[in-house]
T-cell receptor, first 110, second 114 residues
Framework: GQQVMQIPQYQHVQEGEDFTTYCNSS?????IQWYKQRPGGHPVFLIQ?????EVKKQKRLTFQFGEAKKNSSLHITATQTTDVGTYFC??????????FGGGTRLMVKP | GAGVSQSPSNKVTEKGKDVELRCDPI?????LYWYRQSLGQGLEFLIY????????KSGLPSDRFSAERTGGSVSTLTIQRTQQEDSAVYLC????????????FGPGTRLTVL
């Protein structure tokens, strides 16, 4: 079945440094979603990418969808302590079925 | 408007007992999902309901797990003869096919099996 792998599993950064998490699927995705889960909270939707090669920005966050629609990345510029949490990608296949990656836990040292 | 709600928020039970976890999705959302999240781990898909279609049960870890969705709204996840390895946070999410298919998650039920 479809698998979605995410790396790295953990990332410690100093506040102000950049951060990137990568998501790879074993199969072509119709679209991909990104979620953020704060410590002790539940996942919250950030964005969905649909088109091959699509790039979207939300303030300091940049999301990319690969040309082959099998990989994606989330890049955070100049991290802040409020960015702490686990970032999940989720590949969408037919029937609105999501397959979540394992998540990347981001820790930011002030 | 109201989001996805789950009850109870915490459940402590003894090994071998049955438990029922409830999810109230956002009104009008046709899709409903159950996930399991162990401490510090990712989201493990359990089951997916979409409208009146047969549910996708491919993620249920054993026949001790079952779920129902009555009237296309409220869902109940039942775990029979609980084991200690069932301890986790059980998350429910709902979505509308008319939107971005964004999943709205509930706060979860933390299950502890002693």
């Amino acid at each position: 079945g479809q698998q979605v792998m995410q790396i790295p599993q953990y990332q410690h950064v100093q506040e102000g440094e950049d951060f990137t998490t990568y998501c790879n699927s074993s199969t072509t995705l119709s679209n991909i979603q990104w979620y953020k889960q704060r410590p002790g909270g539940h996942p919250v939707f950030l964005i969905q990418l649909v088109k091959s090669g699509e790039v979207k920005k939300q303030k300091r966050l940049t999301f990319q969808f690969g040309e082959a629609k099998k990989n994606s990345s989330l890049h955070i510029t100049a991290t802040q302590t409020t960015d702490v949490g686990t970032y999940f990608c989720a590949g969408v296949r037919a029937g609105n079925m999501l397959t979540f990656g394992g998540g990347t836990r981001l820790m930011v040292k002030p | 408007g109201a989001g996805v709600s789950q009850s109870p928020s915490n459940k402590v039970t003894e090994k071998g007992k049955d438990v029922e976890l409830r999810c109230d999705p956002i009104s009008g959302h046709t899709a409903l999902y159950w996930y399991r999240q162990s401490l510090g781990q990712g989201l493990e898909f359990l089951i997916y309901f979409q409208g009146n279609s047969a549910p996708d049960k491919s993620g249920l870890p054993s026949d001790r797990f079952s779920a129902e969705r009555t009237g296309g709204s409220v869902s109940t996840l039942t775990i029979q003869r609980t084991q200690q390895e069932d301890s986790a946070v059980y998350l429910c999410a709902s979505s509308s096919l008319s939107s971005y298919n964004e999943q709205f998650f509930g706060p979860g039920t933390r299950l502890t099996v002693l």
